[in-house]
Antibody, heavy 121, light 110 residues
């Protein structure tokens, strides 16, 4: 049974950075992509990007280019998402999700429980 | 703002059927597989339908998906109070090179 467990809630100041972790268990960690999706309060889902741990090269949505870095630690089956230059509008629940399926098709088949990041002065 | 349009809300009585539309374009729904996600209040999204009409293991047959042209549809039959949730469609957008989600639809059981 695949499980993704994320780190706890964070409160950050504007201009700072946050690093959220996503620990995977129950599956083949290295060969599946892990993606990040966020949801602002009362809003819909927004794709941020992610990586395939075995390649360890991030692929990000244009909106977040330059501010987001996703890395993986295969020894602990953990993926990290770091978002810098935080602003109040980055306040959201951040989810990691496994992208199962096959080449060229994205299927977010397992999700973490979410991590609330609050950006406030 | 999302490039996939869904109705903000749909509602029906227990046991009835609802459908949720997801309207896109040739760069997303028209030429890529569509998934549907259910988000119960206070919970993470959960995969409901993938590859337009396939159900993952454990998803009841009451949930179905279809696609025609640049629109996809999620159907829920035998509506139950436990189906009250937000539902999102999602697919890859080949022009934007990003995965896009629908605007979301809130299902209310009357």
């Amino acid at each position: 049974q695949v499980q993704l467990v994320q780190s706890g809630a964070e409160v950050k100041k504007p201009g700072s950075s946050v690093k959220v972790s996503c620990k995977a268990s129950g599956g083949t960690f290295s060969s599946y992509a892990i993606k990040w999706v966020r949801q602002a309060p009362g809003q819909g889902l927004e794709w941020m990007g992610g990586l395939i741990p075995i390649f360890n090269t991030g692929n990000y949505a244009q909106k977040f280019q330059g501010r987001i870095t996703v890395t993986a630690d295969e020894s602990t089956s953990t993926v990290y998402m770091e978002l810098s230059s935080l602003r109040p509008e980055d306040t959201a629940v951040y989810y990691c999700a496994r992208a199962g399926g096959r080449v060229g098709v994205v299927i977010l088949d397992h999700w973490g429980q979410g991590t609330l990041v609050t950006v406030s002065s | 703002q999302s490039v996939l349009t869904q109705p903000p809300s749909v509602s029906a009585a227990p046991g009835q059927r609802v459908t949720i539309s997801c309207s896109g374009s040739s760069s997303n729904v028209g030429n890529n597989f569509v998934s549907w996600y259910q988000q119960l209040p206070g919970s993470a999204p959960k995969l409901l339908i993938y590859d337009n009409n396939m159900r993952p293991s454990g998803i009841p047959v009451r949930f179905s998906g279809s696609k025609s042209g640049t629109s996809a549809t999620l159907g829920i039959t035998g509506l139950q109070t436990g189906d009250e949730a937000d539902y999102y469609c999602g697919t890859w957008d080949s022009s934007l090179s990003v995965y896009v989600f629908g605007t979301g639809t809130k299902v209310t059981v009357l």
